[in-house]
């Protein structure tokens, strides 16, 4: 079964722009989930979207957005780009029930603000 | 809030040599404990998951409660358990997200 897969892979941005990364989870997973990652600050938890429906979020500011559609596929979007946001993006998927909580991770999108 | 800590950013040891990467937590409820791996130029994969008590690998991680720690175990290492390894916790119930700790390197010399 395919798994989870970001995309794109790469991304270069300027300062205050905005971008929108994608999302595919592993088929009959209904829970997606965002996390950041920096070598400063390791692997961070954005927020979580369950069956079209943000369900948890994480410690960041509102430039940070994200959705999820009815086929599980989710974006998420920042706006007003900063420096600091230079990160590797990591989505997860998993069943999202209390009894499977299991997350798969897809490869990543890297991006670079300049 | 919660939190994961693993005091080593790096661990080197000796190939047939037992392996122990140390994660400690806290949590006021009962978490979800996990240990995922990153090997070179691969996602992020799960390598084990406390509830389930199982050894993946040769690994095995026993949750202690009353130490919250959750210290990752292997009596023999092997060159390909090389890898970063990142120890995570859920809050008990499912509906929040993974807090992850910085990682731990390990690499397995021959």
């Known amino acids: 079964k395919a798994g989870v897969t970001q995309t794109p892979r790469y991304l270069i941005k300027t300062r205050g722009q905005q971008v929108t990364l994608s999302c595919s989870p592993i088929?009959?997973?209904?829970?997606v989930s965002w996390y950041q990652q920096t070598p400063g600050q390791g692997l961070q938890f954005l927020f979580e979207?369950?069956?079209?429906?943000?369900?948890n979020k994480g410690n960041f500011p509102g430039r940070f957005s994200g959705r999820q559609f009815s086929n599980s596929r989710s974006e998420m979007n920042v706006s007003t780009l900063e420096l600091g946001d230079s990160a590797l993006y990591l989505c997860?998927?998993?069943?999202?029930?209390?009894?499977?909580?299991?997350?798969?991770f897809g490869q990543g999108t890297r991006l670079t603000v300049v | 809030a919660q939190r994961v800590t693993q005091p080593e950013k790096l661990l080197s040891v000796f190939k047939g040599a037992p392996v122990e990467l140390k994660c400690n937590y806290s949590?006021?409820?009962?978490?979800?404990l996990f240990w995922y791996v990153q090997y070179s130029r691969q996602r992020l994969q799960l390598l084990l998951r406390?509830?389930s008590r199982e050894s993946i690998k040769g690994f095995t991680a026993d949750l202690n409660k009353g130490e919250t720690s959750f210290h990752l175990k292997k009596p023999f290492a092997q060159e390909e358990d090389s890898a970063m390894y990142y120890c995570?916790?859920?809050?008990?119930?499912?509906?929040?997200?993974?807090?992850f700790g910085k990682g731990t390197h390990l690499i397995i010399q021959p």
């Open positions: 088929s009959g997973h209904r829970s």
């Open positions: 995570a916790l859920k809050p008990g119930g499912g509906a929040d997200g993974l807090t």
């Open positions: 406390h509830i």
């Open positions: 949590y006021s409820g009962s978490p979800e």
């Open positions: 979207y369950f069956s079209e429906t943000q369900r």
């Open positions: 997860a998927s998993s069943p999202g029930t209390v009894r499977n909580t299991e997350a798969f």
